[in-house]
């Protein structure tokens, strides 16, 4: 069984910039959730999608938005690069809830943004 | 005040030992509370999950609840080197959003 994939694993962009990560969950899972980790603030909750609908949203300004497909695969974006939304973008996936035993992350997408 | 807050250690236990996570959070209507482990690199794993007030076991591992304090622990009994990692608090807060803390390093030594 395949797991949580994310693409692309690395991205430098620039800053005012927008960019568009890519998370394809496991078979089966319907509930796709977003997090951003940085060194200074941690793992933080961005927000989930379930069955193409946003579910749970935590506390991130407008520019950073989702979608997700009937296929269940999820998009982030982020509008208007700044110098800290360089971070590790994980997503995980997991049947119906964020926090389930079966819920998985991916390995993440690295953002550099200069 | 943040919503969830953790000692980021490091911690250091010979192995064998007991090593004992703490955690604190702020909204007291939260009712769902999770323990994440990461490795360096790797990405997070859910290890425990608590909902009640009290004590949770499961194998070496044991979480323990105290709403009333606000207080979420994780106990590693029989400390492995394996079990060295960046351990995570999660909470899920009366807003159905999810709050981590910025976890505690936890080296298991030889």
């Known amino acids: 069984k395949a797991g949580v994939t994310q693409t692309p694993r690395y991205l430098i962009k620039t800053r005012g910039q927008q960019v568009t990560l890519s998370c394809s969950p496991i078979?089966?899972?319907?509930?796709v959730s977003w997090y951003q980790q940085t060194p200074g603030q941690g793992l933080q909750f961005l927000f989930e999608y379930f069955s193409e609908t946003q579910r749970n949203k935590g506390n991130f300004p407008g520019r950073f938005s989702g979608r997700q497909f009937s296929n269940s695969r999820s998009e982030m974006n982020v509008s208007t690069l700044e110098l800290g939304d360089s971070a590790l973008y994980l997503c995980?996936?997991?049947?119906?809830?964020?926090?389930?035993?079966?819920?998985?992350f991916g390995q993440g997408t690295r953002l550099t943004v200069v | 005040q943040k919503e969830v807050e953790q000692n980021s250690g490091p911690l250091s236990v010979p192995e064998g030992a007991i090593a004992s996570l703490n955690c604190t959070y702020s909204?007291?209507?939260?009712?769902?509370f999770f323990w994440y482990r990461q490795y360096s690199g790797k990405s997070p794993e859910l290890i425990m999950s608590?909902?009640?007030?009290g004590d949770k076991e499961d194998g070496r591992f044991t979480a323990q609840l105290n709403k009333a304090s606000q207080y979420v622990s994780l106990l590693i009994r029989d400390s492995q080197p394996s079990d060295s990692a960046t351990y995570l608090c999660?909470?899920?807060?009366?807003?159905?959003?999810?709050?981590f803390g910025t976890g505690t390093s936890l080296t298991v030594i030889p």
């Open positions: 995980a996936s997991s049947p119906h809830r964020v926090v389930d035993t079966e819920a998985f």
């Open positions: 999660a909470v899920e807060n009366t807003g159905n959003q999810f709050y």
């Open positions: 909204d007291r209507g939260s009712q769902s």
């Open positions: 608590i909902y009640s007030n």
């Open positions: 078979s089966g899972h319907r509930s």
